[in-house]
């Protein structure tokens, strides 16, 4: 059985550095299925969507929102596809250490959208953003990982930064792999899936990381299904 009172620190199949091209995007296809399937967008899209309604974003100077940990660049896409629903002018930029990831990306999105991938570690990417954003990305990171994170958010947003991840649930991590299996996901999302909820959070974490970096200010909530993000409006 394995302990969930605290973070795993198993790695994950799809962080190995010899993984190939045609194994990395395969995976990534399949958790960009997961993420359509939970409505895994709908945080980030709700978080952006109150700043909408608040008018800290809406028509005029493009907002520029930077995505962390970018992967298949799926999250980005719905970004875009939210803004140009809305007809706000985006500047869009996805990071990601992997080198098969701005490939992966590129390949999915449609030509002359507003999205540059970057390939690279998020902690040397210079100058700021109005928004950051990131998806299933900090679970990848170790307590100290997390804390230099939201310290660097904190740092480089102009606007405010939010956080889309996994909420350490035994029943999502016993769970989640006989659905991958029904749903005959990538042998890489079937393994990575509950190591993926081991290596994520509860509420308390989140509050000690925050305290710990010294932005207590942020916001914890709980999203289904078994989401918990982490999001921090600055003052206007």
């Known amino acids: 059985m394995a302990d969930l009172s605290r973070r795993s620190r198993e790695p994950e199949l799809m962080d190995a550095p010899d993984t190939d091209y045609a194994t990395f995007r395969g995976c990534l296809r399949d958790l960009a299925r997961v993420n359509r399937l939970s409505l895994g967008y709908r945080p980030t899209l709700g978080f952006l969507e109150g700043l909408r309604r ?7 100077r493009p907002v520029e929102i930077l995505d962390a940990g970018s992967g298949y660049g799926d999250a980005l896409r719905a970004v875009d596809g939210w803004a140009a629903r809305h007809g706000i002018a985006v500047r869009l930029t996805g990071v990601d250490l992997s080198p098969w990831s701005a490939r992966a990306a590129r390949e999915a999105t449609a030509p002359g959208r507003p999205i540059r991938w970057v390939t690279g570690d998020i902690f040397d990417h210079e100058g ?8 299933l990305f900090a679970h990848h990171l170790d307590d100290a990982g997390v804390v230099r994170f939201l310290r660097w958010m904190e740092a480089r947003a102009r606007i405010g930064w939010f956080v889309n991840d996994l909420h350490r649930h035994r029943l999502a991590y016993h769970g989640f792999g006989p659905l991958a299996a029904a749903f005959r996901m990538h042998p890489f ?12 959070f509860v509420p308390g974490d989140w509050r000690r990381l925050l305290a710990e970096a010294g932005v207590p200010e942020a916001e ?3 999203r289904m299904p078994f989401r918990l ?4 409006v600055k003052p206007a």
């Open 220 to 222: 914890v909530r709980r």
């Open 54 to 60: 608040a008018g800290r974003i809406g028509p005029g």
């Open 229 to 232: 993000c982490v999001g921090r």
């Open 189 to 200: 999302v079937r393994h990575d899936g509950p190591v993926s909820f081991a290596r994520a």
């Open 128 to 135: 700021r953003a109005d928004v950051i954003l990131s998806a």
